[in-house]
């Protein structure tokens, strides 16, 4: 008995520390099913042909995503590849990968798709999160989703809001299809709204960059290519 308490709360430690796609809806529950490993790349162990997959309509000119986030800081990276049994997510949704702070939802209005990238009605595709906290580790998580060029049910407005306590910046502000200086950034606040300073670290982020392990970050940033577009090469 002893031994399956220790099990138990070892279980939900290791639950406590990943994360959630709450929208897009994920292929699966990666977080209470043991089958499943987040650490397992590229969509936690999860295959696109599991019973019961999800699959959501998603604009074809880029939705919302809402994470839930069980770290005190992570950075996040989201990665797109097409087609019904992705392999390759070579498209990046974030190409300055983000630092977020704070345990909670985090809800983005809309991510721009890659220029060049014009799917079509019906088009399927998958995106992949990645998550890299203090540890070093990266977590996997996907959602399937369909695009849709008509009008489709997104997720924002009201239903988009991100807890007070989250935020992110981004790490060298650039765009899908442009760049910047890489001096700005843009933080999150709890009601879902953005704004764009001319500083590397704003807002509830300036305590968390302070503490963050540098080797960790030297690392990230040596990394951040690779992860950017999936490591399917």
Not at 3 to 18: K, R
Not at 52 to 59: G, L, S
Not at 69 to 93: A, K
Request: with cysteine; proline share 4%; aromatic share 10%.
């Amino acid at each position: 008995m002893l031994a399956s308490l220790f099990t138990l709360v070892a279980a939900a430690g290791v639950a406590s520390a990943h994360f959630q796609i709450e929208y897009p809806t994920w292929r699966a529950d990666s977080l209470t099913n043991a089958s499943y490993s987040q650490y397992v790349f590229p969509c936690a162990g999860v295959p696109q042909d599991v019973a019961n997959a999800n699959r959501t309509d998603w604009p074809a000119t880029g939705g919302s995503l809402s994470l839930d986030l069980h770290h005190p800081w992570t950075y996040v990276f989201i990665n797109i590849g097409l087609g019904e049994n992705v392999t390759n997510f070579n498209y990046s949704l974030t190409p300055s990968f983000w630092n977020e702070t704070g345990s909670g939802v985090l809800c983005v209005p809309h991510l721009d798709l890659p220029v060049g990238l014009e799917p079509a009605d019906g088009q399927k595709a998958t995106i992949q999160v990645v998550t890299l906290g203090e540890s070093g580790s990266a977590l996997y998580n996907c959602a399937d989703i369909t695009f849709r060029t008509g009008d489709v049910a997104n997720f924002g407005g009201a239903n988009c809001t991100t807890d007070a306590a989250v935020s992110y910046t981004i790490i060298g502000e650039q765009t899908n299809g442009t760049s910047s200086s890489g001096s700005g950034t843009a933080t999150t606040s709890g009601s879902g709204s953005s704004a764009t300073t001319g500083s590397t670290t704003t807002g509830t982020n300036a305590g968390a960059a302070s503490g963050v392990n540098k080797t960790v970050l030297m690392s990230v940033v040596a990394l951040a290519v690779a992860f950017m577009y999936g490591m399917s090469a």
